[in-house]
């Protein structure tokens, strides 16, 4: 655990020390920036207009292709168990975490005719850890296998898209696509349980254009567990049969989204969401395993800005149906305030408040908030930390139960840096125990869950290069029981490149 205090300790540090030189070099007579990112003149190597990379991204009038690569380092600690202890053995600290992920994707886009494109993309990533896996690396299922075999690729993008479609304002995209709706806080992770490895949906996506302004999707959704349902990945991993990408179920799913924007910048958001889920297969070796469920959403968004500084998102999200037996009423909503100071470090201060309704352990019923395709570290709950701290109340990445209340600042110290915190105070909607196996021990009472700290600095000088430096704190409340009372941290340093 010293070693991780250390590193968090270094990586805060290090961020201090740059916000304030980066402040202390930033232009202040600069006029106010625009949301848009401002290109340096200089530019990088791979962005030079080179005929290697013409031909790479143009080989021909009918393909153009893509690469980009994302490295990520990671330092954890006490991410399932808020225990310092648990998983100690003979005095080795194996609950921090150290560990290493590699993604490389290679997308291609073939013009089959004016309207009509078929589109891939392979993804692969393996994972590492530390070079002393015995001493800070637990042998956690979520983690095993992943000791630089070089594992599998998979096809995360394989569609045929119609523009035009039946000579109507209407784009057809039909197979696997990454599909985001509004935020993405009910709709942008179609696979969840391979982390940020893929995030794509099965679909077929129909897009309308009703007006310049007015847009409708209606979209099917069949999703399976097992990775080898469509398609199997290359060099599948001999060992572990398959690597599910669901929460442990097969599903269904049928979305209607309007969308409207109006002349004044107003964004207007109704949906309709059905949402089957069958446990799978995979599911009956794990616990928590899959649910058994019909749940429909009805929901709406408002977002926009109130004048030159003031701004605003609004969600409310309502639920009905059945979900292992029981009926099914949850409630759900999300909501962000922005005030901007339009200078020249873009200063901007905002506040949030979010509502996932838990379930009554008094109720026959089950009032617990479904966050359908929404299990993924959303930033405005606390990074990536908040994606491990509720896997043992439902699924790793889920978050549900909670009463939110978020401040948060960001500003540009440069054209090319983003400094970002925030901090939130989480509670628990309702009390529920959970027992055995979990590793965290639960109050009966109590609600308050605790303080999430994140910090972000982002690097952003071009389109082609991007990273940043990033870390969420967590301090326990009174809803955690000893010994799941010590604090956790998840401190991450991310490396994109886009070719």
């Given at each position: 655990?010293?070693?991780?205090?250390?590193?968090?300790?270094?990586?805060?540090?290090?961020?201090?020390?740059?916000?304030?030189?980066?402040?202390?070099?930033?232009?202040?007579?600069?006029?106010?920036?625009?949301?848009?990112?401002?290109?340096?003149?200089?530019?990088?190597?791979?962005?030079?207009?080179?005929?290697?990379?013409?031909?790479?991204?143009?080989?021909?009038?009918?393909?153009?292709?893509?690469?980009?690569?994302?490295?990520?380092?990671?330092?954890?600690?006490?991410?399932?168990?808020?225990?310092?202890?648990?998983?100690?053995?003979?005095?080795?600290?194996?609950?921090?975490?150290?560990?290493?992920?590699?993604?490389?994707?290679?997308?291609?886009?073939?013009?089959?005719?004016?309207?009509?494109?078929?589109?891939?993309?392979?993804?692969?990533?393996?994972?590492?850890?530390?070079?002393?896996?015995?001493?800070?690396?637990?042998?956690?299922?979520?983690?095993?296998?992943?000791?630089?075999?070089?594992?599998?690729?998979?096809?995360?993008?394989?569609?045929?898209?119609?523009?035009?479609?039946?000579?109507?304002?209407?784009?057809?995209?039909?197979?696997?696509?990454?599909?985001?709706?509004?935020?993405?806080?009910?709709?942008?992770?179609?696979?969840?349980?391979?982390?940020?490895?893929?995030?794509?949906?099965?679909?077929?996506?129909?897009?309308?254009?009703?007006?310049?302004?007015?847009?409708?999707?209606?979209?099917?959704?069949?999703?399976?567990?097992?990775?080898?349902?469509?398609?199997?990945?290359?060099?599948?991993?001999?060992?572990?049969?398959?690597?599910?990408?669901?929460?442990?179920?097969?599903?269904?799913?049928?979305?209607?989204?309007?969308?409207?924007?109006?002349?004044?910048?107003?964004?207007?958001?109704?949906?309709?969401?059905?949402?089957?889920?069958?446990?799978?297969?995979?599911?009956?070796?794990?616990?928590?395993?899959?649910?058994?469920?019909?749940?429909?959403?009805?929901?709406?968004?408002?977002?926009?800005?109130?004048?030159?500084?003031?701004?605003?998102?609004?969600?409310?999200?309502?639920?009905?149906?059945?979900?292992?037996?029981?009926?099914?009423?949850?409630?759900?909503?999300?909501?962000?305030?922005?005030?901007s100071f339009n200078d020249s470090l873009k200063n901007e201060l905002h506040t949030g408040y979010e509502y996932l309704s838990g379930n009554d352990p008094d109720s026959?019923?089950?009032?617990?908030?479904?966050?359908?395709?929404?299990?993924?570290?959303?930033?405005?709950?606390?990074?990536?930390?908040?994606?491990?701290?509720?896997?043992?109340?439902?699924?790793?990445?889920?978050?549900?139960?909670?009463?939110?209340?978020?401040?948060?600042?960001?500003?540009?110290?440069?054209?090319?840096?983003?400094?970002?915190?925030?901090?939130?105070?989480?509670?628990?909607?309702?009390?529920?125990?959970?027992?055995?196996?979990?590793?965290?021990?639960?109050?009966?009472?109590?609600?308050?869950?605790?303080?999430?700290?994140?910090?972000?600095?982002?690097?952003?000088?071009?389109?082609?290069?991007?990273?940043?430096?990033?870390?969420?704190?967590?301090?326990?409340?009174?809803?955690?029981?000893?010994?799941?009372?010590?604090?956790?941290?998840?401190?991450?340093?991310?490396?994109?490149?886009?070719?």
């Amino acid at each position: 655990m010293k070693s991780g205090k250390v590193i968090a300790g270094f990586v805060i540090g290090v961020m201090v020390a740059g916000m304030a030189s980066f402040a202390a070099a930033a232009d202040t007579a600069q006029q106010a920036r625009t949301e848009a990112y401002v290109q340096p003149q200089a530019k990088h190597w791979h962005e030079n207009d080179s005929e290697f990379m013409k031909n790479f991204h143009n080989p021909t009038d009918w393909l153009s292709m893509g690469l980009d690569i994302r490295l990520r380092e990671v330092y954890a600690s006490n991410l399932f168990s808020l225990n310092d202890q648990w998983g100690d053995t003979d005095g080795k600290e194996l609950n921090n975490y150290h560990w290493q992920r590699y993604r490389t994707r290679w997308s291609t886009k073939w013009a089959l005719t004016d309207d009509v494109t078929f589109n891939s993309r392979l993804t692969w990533e393996f994972w590492g850890h530390g070079s002393n896996p015995e001493d800070d690396f637990t042998p956690y299922p979520f983690f095993a296998e992943r000791n630089y075999d070089f594992d599998e690729a998979i096809f995360d993008n394989l569609n045929l898209q119609f523009r035009n479609a039946f000579d109507l304002p209407l784009t057809l995209t039909v197979g696997r696509q990454d599909i985001i709706l509004g935020t993405g806080w009910l709709v942008l992770d179609g696979t969840p349980g391979d982390g940020s490895r893929t995030i794509f949906f099965d679909a077929i996506r129909a897009q309308y254009d009703l007006s310049e302004k007015t847009k409708l999707d209606l979209i099917y959704i069949q999703q399976y567990d097992d990775e080898e349902e469509y398609l199997k990945p290359f060099n599948h991993h001999a060992v572990q049969d398959r690597r599910h990408l669901t929460q442990k179920g097969d599903e269904r799913g049928f979305i209607g989204y309007l969308t409207n924007k109006t002349d004044s910048g107003q964004q207007q958001e109704v949906y309709y969401i059905y949402k089957n889920e069958e446990a799978s297969d995979w599911a009956t070796t794990y616990s928590p395993g899959g649910q058994n469920a019909d749940i429909h959403t009805i929901g709406g968004r408002l977002a926009g800005p109130l004048d030159d500084n003031w701004s605003y998102s609004a969600e409310v999200a309502k639920q009905w149906g059945d979900r292992n037996g029981a009926s099914l009423q949850g409630l759900g909503t999300n909501n962000k305030l922005m005030y901007s100071f339009n200078d020249s470090l873009k200063n901007e201060l905002h506040t949030g408040y979010e509502y996932l309704s838990g379930n009554d352990p008094d109720s026959s019923g089950d009032e617990q908030f479904d966050t359908l395709w929404g299990d993924w570290p959303q930033t405005q709950r606390g990074g990536d930390l908040q994606s491990y701290l509720w896997t043992f109340e439902g699924a790793l990445g889920e978050v549900t139960n909670l009463h939110r209340l978020g401040f948060g600042h960001s500003f540009k110290p440069s054209e090319v840096w983003t400094i970002a915190t925030d901090y939130n105070l989480l509670w628990a909607d309702e009390n529920s125990e959970y027992g055995s196996p979990a590793p965290m021990t639960f109050s009966s009472g109590d609600n308050f869950r605790g303080q999430m700290i994140s910090a972000i600095a982002t690097y952003s000088c071009c389109k082609n290069f991007k990273t940043h430096f990033m870390l969420d704190y967590f301090i326990p409340g009174t809803y955690y029981e000893s010994p799941s009372t010590d604090d956790a941290y998840f401190a991450r340093v991310n490396v994109e490149w886009t070719f």
